[in-house]
């Protein structure tokens, strides 16, 4: 399975700050984490605060995984709406759940306050939107239990709409915070770099084969036949985490993305917020810290991990369709921008859950390992609200936020 195929914005804009060597020796820790993108950066970053010995290591190199086709959305709102997600689980849970998201995209802000750089991070308002008049209803409904448990909402209906936005919409729930954008590349990096300076040891091209449980230790052969000994795993490896896990729990598409060359001027698109539609396969837009716009969606089912789906060539006549597709999509959502110049094409592999919230902490076939499998669109916080309770658990705290992402839920 191709995880990411083209010319990944992020990387290419962005020198390898260090490289690490591969394992070339047996060593111990407390924590592994097997994973070296934003999810395990974010990981060592909690662990490494609170002098956990822990160790990392990757396949690959630290953030070249689907780390970098990632657009790096930062939302409260995830896949499934409040009003969805109240009818899988109860309102409680589900208003809990957006909640915990809003408070992430904070706890970003005071992380990248922490690091030394600012990763290009950036407070945002973002708008979700129908442009179909018969699902008005739907979304005002969507927009009146977010504004009972007091998310900072105003709906926008046709004519308030047509003020702010060049591009048709029926109606839209506009959300004045809970969101934000980064460069995860950066992020993935600065993390890292800052949990090295307590002590987290990165190893990369170091592929774990396979394990065994020894004296409540869980031993872990590389590719090059060392040996780590930990008391604790994290599994950090995004959609590659579910061949852990003999259930199915996600369904993967491929989605696909496209990048301009940076404008002069957001003509149409009011305070450049983050926007989705409400269609089942979304388009969602954003903008970067050099002016840049950011489009994606078009998701393709991949069947199964041999398909061709699964590992789609950038060239293939079906990845050049979907981004000429984007393409005419985001000329006709701002047809005042006029140097509009397509720069990077690229797709990646993008999973969903049956409720749209992730995977975390243990699992009961599996001792001794943690999971951060933050299936959707908000995978990066997902991977915050991960490193918060695999931290909590493995410091034996009680974090009763668990419950809500548990495997058998």
Same mark, same amino acid.
């Given at each position: 399975?191709?995880?990411?195929?083209?010319?990944?914005?992020?990387?290419?804009?962005?020198?390898?700050?260090?490289?690490?060597?591969?394992?070339?020796?047996? *060593?111990?820790?407390?924590?592994?984490?097997?994973?070296?993108?934003?999810?395990?950066?974010?990981?060592?970053?909690?662990?490494?605060?609170?002098?956990?010995?822990?160790?990392?290591?990757?396949?690959?190199?630290?953030?070249?995984?689907?780390?970098?086709?990632?657009?790096?959305?930062?939302?409260?709102?995830?896949?499934?709406?409040?009003?969805?997600? =109240?009818?899988? #689980?109860?309102?409680? %849970?589900?208003?809990?759940? @957006?909640?915990?998201?809003?408070?992430?995209?904070?706890?970003?802000?005071?992380?990248?306050?922490?690091?030394?750089?600012?990763?290009? @991070?950036?407070?945002?308002?973002?708008?979700?939107?129908?442009?179909?008049?018969?699902?008005?209803?739907?979304?005002?409904?969507?927009?009146?239990?977010?504004?009972?448990?007091?998310?900072?909402?105003?709906?926008?209906?046709?004519?308030?709409?047509?003020?702010?936005?060049?591009?048709?919409?029926?109606?839209?729930?506009?959300?004045? =915070?809970?969101?934000?954008?980064?460069?995860?590349?950066? @992020?993935?990096?600065?993390?890292?770099?800052?949990?090295? =300076?307590?002590?987290?040891?990165?190893?990369?091209?170091?592929?774990?084969?396979?394990? @065994?449980?020894?004296?409540?230790?869980?031993?872990?052969?590389?590719?090059?036949?060392?040996?780590?000994?930990?008391?604790?795993? #994290?599994?950090?490896?995004?959609?590659?985490?579910?061949?852990?896990?003999?259930?199915?729990?996600?369904?993967?598409?491929?989605?696909?993305?496209?990048?301009?060359?940076?404008?002069? =001027?957001?003509?149409?698109?009011?305070?450049?917020?983050? *926007?989705?539609?409400?269609?089942?396969?979304?388009?969602?837009?954003?903008?970067?810290?050099?002016?840049?716009?950011?489009?994606?969606?078009?998701?393709?089912?991949?069947?199964?991990?041999?398909?061709? #789906?699964?590992?789609?060539?950038?060239?293939?006549?079906?990845?050049?369709?979907?981004?000429?597709?984007?393409?005419? %999509?985001?000329?006709?959502?701002?047809?005042?921008?006029?140097?509009?110049?397509?720069?990077?094409?690229?797709?990646?592999?993008?999973?969903?859950?049956?409720?749209?919230?992730?995977?975390?902490?243990?699992?009961?076939?599996?001792?001794?390992?943690?999971?951060?499998?933050?299936?959707?669109?908000?995978?990066?916080?997902?991977?915050?609200?991960?490193?918060?309770?695999?931290?909590?658990? *493995?410091?034996?705290?009680?974090?009763?936020?668990?419950?809500?992402?548990?495997?058998?839920?």
């Amino acid at each position: 399975m191709k995880l990411v195929s083209g010319d990944m914005v992020w990387t290419n804009l962005s020198n390898i700050p260090i490289k690490y060597n591969y394992l070339d020796k047996n *060593i111990e820790c407390d924590v592994l984490i097997i994973g070296a993108g934003v999810t395990g950066a974010i990981a060592s970053y909690y662990l490494t605060k609170e002098n956990i010995n822990t160790v990392m290591v990757d396949k690959n190199i630290v953030g070249y995984g689907s780390t970098r086709a990632s657009t790096s959305i930062l939302q409260y709102e995830i896949d499934t709406d409040l009003v969805g997600l =109240k009818g899988m #689980i109860g309102e409680q %849970k589900a208003v809990r759940g @957006f909640k915990l998201c809003e408070r992430a995209v904070y706890d970003i802000k005071n992380i990248v306050n922490d690091l030394d750089e600012d990763c290009d @991070f950036t407070l945002k308002e973002c708008f979700y939107y129908t442009k179909n008049s018969s699902e008005v209803d739907l979304l005002k409904k969507e927009y009146q239990l977010r504004k009972k448990h007091g998310f900072d909402v105003e709906f926008l209906g046709k004519e308030k709409a047509k003020r702010y936005f060049s591009f048709p919409i029926e109606g839209g729930i506009y959300s004045n =915070k809970g969101a934000a954008q980064i460069n995860p590349y950066k @992020f993935t990096h600065a993390l890292i770099n800052k949990a090295r =300076k307590k002590r987290l040891r990165v190893y990369e091209n170091t592929e774990i084969d396979k394990y @065994f449980i020894e004296n409540d230790h869980v031993v872990l052969k590389t590719n090059n036949d060392f040996l780590i000994k930990a008391k604790k795993v #994290i599994i950090a490896t995004g959609y590659e985490g579910k061949n852990f896990i003999n259930k199915d729990i996600v369904n993967l598409t491929r989605t696909f993305t496209i990048v301009t060359k940076p404008v002069k =001027k957001f003509l149409g698109w009011f305070n450049t917020s983050i *926007i989705r539609d409400n269609e089942e396969s979304y388009t969602y837009l954003r903008t970067t810290k050099d002016n840049r716009i950011i489009i994606g969606g078009e998701d393709i089912k991949i069947g199964n991990e041999n398909s061709k #789906i699964s590992n789609l060539s950038n060239n293939d006549l079906i990845a050049k369709k979907k981004y000429d597709i984007l393409s005419n %999509k985001l000329k006709g959502y701002f047809p005042g921008i006029n140097d509009i110049e397509i720069e990077y094409r690229f797709s990646g592999i993008f999973g969903v859950t049956k409720d749209g919230l992730p995977y975390i902490g243990e699992y009961d076939k599996c001792p001794n390992f943690y999971f951060c499998l933050g299936y959707g669109s908000n995978g990066i916080i997902y991977s915050v609200l991960g490193g918060q309770i695999n931290r909590d658990i *493995i410091l034996n705290k009680n974090n009763p936020d668990k419950e809500l992402f548990k495997f058998n839920r």
